[in-house]
């Protein structure tokens, strides 16, 4: 082509903010900080206010978690707990994903389990914690597999969808280059539908770490669930179930800003709107 | 590359019909479609919107099968898309998870890691996308997309590329000139071009032969040669008869504001009479 | 890196870490050094809840570790009655501390259950709030009571109660509740009465919000909540060892009631390392009163069991076409008062 002078691409505009790419980091940090201040204040005026003995203040669930780390517990349970959302999410991710294309791609796959799959989906976790307890025993192979089940739904139905609602242009332009069905898949479905099976994942991830309480409710005697569960019954130790909550808040909040990391690699950044 | 006197494509009585939303009713898009496409040539489809020509170029390469005739391409029946014909299409289909050089080589796994680098720095520097290798589509703009998918068709070495109105959804300015760099492409690959468009001017400022469609169910209504030497003037007195010609076998007008019955009649003020029709 | 690679690796890198570290921290597994000697046969694993009423479960491990360094049975703590029950069917232990009713209905079921021992005597008690009009049991009309369960003695106790001053279970309206979340809710008022085990019952009283309506002691004398059952699987096949283990419960029931020394000293290291509690609500429920909760006399008799069989059938939560004979086996107490405390002082200097 006659010398084309290089356009001026996207990139430039948005890698580069310049000076408001500084206050947008900024605002970032601080705000969310603020934020949290502000929460811990009114928390702290509500236990003054209400006179309540039960509910714990701040300052006492921080003497709470402060009590976990000097007993050597709090590691603990957090490994467990750690452990657990592990082993379930990664079978959940092994299991959902694959399950999830095959599903999309093959209409017929795709009439056959769907109900089955729509019909599993909405059942808590709660609900099979007896089951749970009959097939696997009191071992981590329980809580394991409620967490499983709790996250290999929505992998499972965002890999489908993603097949499903992949744009046909790229298909027919991988046609074109007359690849074999192993080829088709690896190198244009799959990452075709990356971005919204990593999307999936992320929610998934969510939702692996939100039952891990209701799944440790099953005699294992360790985790930040146990945790909560083990405050209530050691009488007034409401400053310890807060402080569970909170380490489960906390790390919840790490898991999902990783994952998020996997959004920014550039094989599936295309597939976000501009953050 | 097919011998000189075997067309490189060749469509015989080709129809094609969709079924309808009501049960048994059936819609016919093409009659009685005939062409014939000589190897090294570039022909366009015109014809108004929704008339099939899509559909055609779709059935011509393989994507869609008709409901009855005959495609032969270099000499044999059309089964599926093929790698030795590549298709560009409307809807950008470059791959928005590789790289520009990812995307030019990604027709090229079977041949070696050097060879396939020698190609695709060949195509980037024939499409002007030098500097740009390693960036990803979702950092190029329009014009610069459609030259990648360009540029990944011709590394795969076709015979043919079919094109549906590749330049469509870009601006008017990177259109006239994209239209430019593809003629210059085309005349130094000898390449056969099969080129679908809905605007009269593009067909005319690119093709040898311009195809015009009736509309839906649609047939080809009118063959015609643009004999014109390349590069084309577009403020030429032949390339503005050309291009009035197609206009009146479309059967518009070329004034603003003038009354359909009038735009429609067929042999308006502006038109000459219309030549090379089909004879059914 | 590219996103694949990096995903691989630290996927792997993290699986790997987060699973030898709890190996390492909770599961105590040895990476280096000699290996555990790997147990012949697995041990006997009792089930309990942390309530006074299992209290020698605790008791008996402890003991046992401290006097030849290991105990001869595992203790599993649970935290509700529906967990225990299941991991009791699932197989995982062979021996549990139940529900006597829960125990009855199970085999009425066609569970192949026995109890063979009970778990103490009294231990119950229901707490109003202090600032509450009750005062006698006619004062609980229409009021709402928690329960621990629908197989618990306590209901039982609930409407023999009532039935014994001319009301009837339809008078008040009963909810099942956790022992655990008991305490608050009644400190909250979202219940008017609660009843259960202790310690929570206690835990009311000692932080001044709880009033004693009654004791068990006071209106079903000698009442039993909780009874060690073993699947008759065991007691066919693993006689020695569940004969080991009531020997073993029944001596540590009568050295806690032996002296209150022994009961505090027992309040200390159960609560700091079986129930996860404070020692002074341990200590409180085991002294006050002292016949708040017994853990003599806990040999089956079956005019205990009759009578919570009838009441059991009247209230309609079993059908009553077992009985005594068939949920219960009296062959690993020959004579109760033939069994000697453990001979041991606690760790005191």
């Keep these: 082509m006659s010398a084309t002078p290089p356009q001026p691409d996207l990139a430039t505009f948005t890698g580069n903010r310049g000076p408001r790419a500084q206050n947008f980091q900024w605002s970032k940090i601080v705000l969310p900080i603020v934020v949290a201040i502000l929460f811990l204040l009114a928390w702290d005026a509500g236990v003054r206010i209400t006179g309540s003995d039960i509910f714990p203040k701040p300052i006492e669930v921080m003497r709470g978690i402060i009590q976990l780390i000097q007993r050597g517990l709090l590691l603990k349970y957090v490994v467990a707990s750690l452990y657990r959302v592990t082993w379930g999410f990664t079978l959940a991710v092994l299991v959902g994903v694959p399950f999830g294309l095959f599903l999309g791609w093959y209409g017929w796959a795709f009439q056959a389990f769907n109900p089955m799959i729509q019909m599993l989906r909405p059942i808590s976790p709660i609900a099979w914690i007896p089951v749970a307890i009959l097939w696997f025993k009191v071992t981590d192979k329980a809580p394991i597999f409620l967490i499983f089940l709790a996250s290999v739904f929505p992998i499972t139905v965002s890999a489908t969808a993603a097949v499903q609602n992949m744009q046909p242009v790229y298909l027919r332009a991988a046609r074109n280059f007359g690849l074999t069905q192993f080829q088709l898949f690896s190198r244009v479905i799959l990452p075709a539908t990356l971005p919204q099976i990593i999307t999936g994942i992320r929610i998934a991830l969510g939702v692996a770490w939100l039952v891990v309480v209701a799944a440790e409710m099953i005699a294992v005697n360790s985790g930040l669930g146990y945790l909560i569960i083990d405050a209530r019954n050691a009488g007034k130790r409401y400053d310890l179930v807060v402080a569970g909550m909170v380490m489960i808040g906390l790390i919840g909040l790490v898991l999902d800003l990783l994952v998020r990391q996997l959004e920014k690699f550039d094989e599936v950044r295309w597939g976000y709107a501009n953050r | ?280 | 890196m590219s996103l694949k690679r990096t995903l691989l690796v630290v996927a792997v890198l993290w699986t790997a870490l987060i699973t030898v570290l709890h190996l390492k921290l909770n599961l105590h597994v040895q990476f280096f050094g000699p290996k555990p000697k790997v147990e012949a046969t697995q041990k006997f694993r009792v089930g309990f809840i942390p309530v006074t009423c299992h209290l020698t479960c605790p008791v008996t491990d402890f003991i046992n570790k401290n006097m030849s360094g290991e105990s001869f049975f595992e203790p599993i703590r649970f935290n509700g009655w529906p967990e225990v029950k299941e991991a009791y069917l699932s197989g995982y232990m062979p021996a549990t501390f139940l529900l006597a009713p829960l125990a009855m209905e199970l085999r009425e079921q066609g569970v192949p259950i026995k109890i063979v021992y009970l778990g103490h005597r009294d231990g119950t008690a229901l707490m109003v709030n202090k600032d509450s009009q009750i005062y006698r049991l006619e004062d609980l009309r229409g009021k709402t009571v928690a329960v621990p369960n629908r197989f618990s003695n306590q209901r039982l106790l609930i409407y023999k109660a009532l039935k014994d001053r001319g009301m009837s279970i339809k008078d008040i309206n009963m909810v099942e509740m956790p022992p655990p979340d008991m305490p608050v809710a009644l400190r909250q008022h979202a219940v008017d009465a609660i009843t259960s085990g202790e310690p929570f019952m206690g835990q009311t009283e000692l932080d001044g919000y709880g009033r004693v309506l009654y004791l068990t002691k006071d209106i079903w004398p000698n009442f039993i909540s909780c009874v060690l059952v073993v699947s008759e699987d065991a007691i066919k096949n693993r006689r020695p060892e569940v004969q080991r283990l009531v020997d073993g419960i029944a001596r540590s029931g009568k050295w806690l009631d032996q002296n209150m020394d022994h009961r505090m000293e027992a309040a200390e290291f159960v609560a700091q390392n079986y129930y996860n509690q404070d020692p002074r609500l341990l200590r409180f429920v085991l002294s006050k009163p002292p016949d708040r909760v017994k853990y003599t006399n806990l040999a089956p008799l079956k005019k205990d069991f009759e009578e919570i069989e009838a009441l059991a059938v009247e209230s309609g939560i079993m059908q009553g076409t077992v009985h005594f004979e068939d949920y219960v086996d009296t062959s690993f107490v020959k004579d109760d008062t033939a069994i000697q405390p453990y001979a041991w002082e606690g760790k005191k200097p």
């Excluded at chain 2, 270099?74 to 470059?94: L, T, W």
């Excluded at chain 2, 330049?167 to 008017?172: H, P």
């Design chain 2, 1 to 280: 590359m097919t011998n000189a006197k075997q067309p490189a494509i060749q469509v015989q009585n080709l129809w094609m019909s969709f079924p309808g939303k009501q049960a048994g009713e059936q819609i016919h898009v093409l009659e009685r479609i005939n062409l014939e496409v000589k190897a090294g040539e570039f022909v366009c489809i015109v014809g108004p919107s929704g008339c099939g020509k899509s559909t055609l170029l779709n059935i011509v390469g393989g994507f869609l099968p008709c409901s009855q005739g005959d495609v032969t391409v270099e000499g044999q029946p059309v089964a599926g898309p093929d790698p030795r014909r590549v298709f560009v299409f409307q809807e950008n289909g470059v791959f928005p998870w590789l790289t520009v050089q990812e995307n030019i080589g990604f027709g090229l796994l079977k041949k070696s890691v050097a060879e396939r680098a020698g190609i695709v720095a060949h195509y980037i520097e024939m499409v002007g996308l030098h500097g740009f290798e390693r960036a990803y589509p979702r950092e190029l703009s329009g014009g610069m997309k459609q030259r990648v998918e360009i540029a990944r068709a011709l590394a795969a070495n076709p015979d043919i590329i079919y094109m549906d109105e590749p330049f469509g959804a870009l601006d008017f300015i990177t259109r006239l000139k994209m239209r430019a760099d593809l003629v210059r492409i085309w005349q130094s690959e000898k390449k056969t071009i099969l080129f679908v468009t809905h605007d009269i001017e593009e067909a005319v400022q690119v093709a040898d032969r311009v195809l015009v469609m009736s509309k839906r169910p649609a047939t080809i209504q009118n063959i015609i040669n643009v004999d014109l030497p390349r590069p084309r003037d577009l403020d030429s007195r032949g390339y503005l008869a050309t291009r009035d010609e197609i206009f009146a076998a479309m059967g518009m007008s070329l004034r603003i504001g003038e009354s359909e019955a009038e735009a429609a009649r067929p042999n308006g003020a502006h038109a000459p009479k219309p030549q090379g029709l089909i004879p059914n």
